[in-house]
C-alpha cells in the first residue's frame, strides 16, 4: 500500500472502494477525465470518499479537492452523476503565484454495489 494515501495507485483505490460497499458504508467515486494546460493530477486520477468523510487518492493535489469532496457527498444522497470543470486563466495564475493557468474535468459518481 502506498505511504502516502493521496497518491495511491488505482487499484489500491478501487480495492478500498470494493471493500467499502461490502462493509455496506456509501461511497463516491471522483475521476479525472480531462485537462487542459497545468494540472497537478493525470487523466484517470481517483479520489475515493464515503459518507463519514473518509477519502483516499487525490484529483487536484488539493487546490480543488474541498469543492470535488462537497460534490461526492451530494452523489451519495442523491445518486446523481457530475461533471465539474475547474479553471484558472493564465493571468489569474500569475496573480497566485502559479507558472500558468489550466482547466480539468472531475467526473464525480455514486458507487452502488454489485451485489
Not at 502516502?4 to 456509501?26: F, H, K, M, V
Not at 469543492?67 to 451519495?76: D, F, G, L
Request: hydrophobic share 40%.
Amino acid at each position: 500500500m502506498t505511504e502516502n494515501p493521496l497518491y495511491a495507485a488505482s487499484d489500491e483505490i478501487l480495492g478500498l472502494a470494493e471493500s467499502w460497499l461490502d462493509q455496506g458504508r456509501t461511497a463516491a467515486l471522483a475521476t479525472v477525465v480531462g485537462t487542459w494546460g497545468s494540472s497537478p493530477r493525470p487523466v484517470g486520477s481517483h479520489l475515493l470518499v464515503d459518507e463519514a468523510g473518509d477519502m483516499m487518492g487525490s484529483v487536484s493535489g488539493g487546490c480543488i479537492e474541498g469543492a470535488v469532496v462537497e460534490e461526492a457527498k451530494q452523489a451519495m444522497k442523491d445518486g446523481a452523476p457530475r461533471l465539474l470543470e475547474f479553471g484558472v486563466t493564465n493571468e489569474d495564475a500569475w496573480e497566485v503565484g502559479l507558472a500558468c493557468g489550466g482547466t480539468v474535468r472531475v467526473y464525480v459518481e455514486k458507487l452502488v454495489s454489485d451485489q
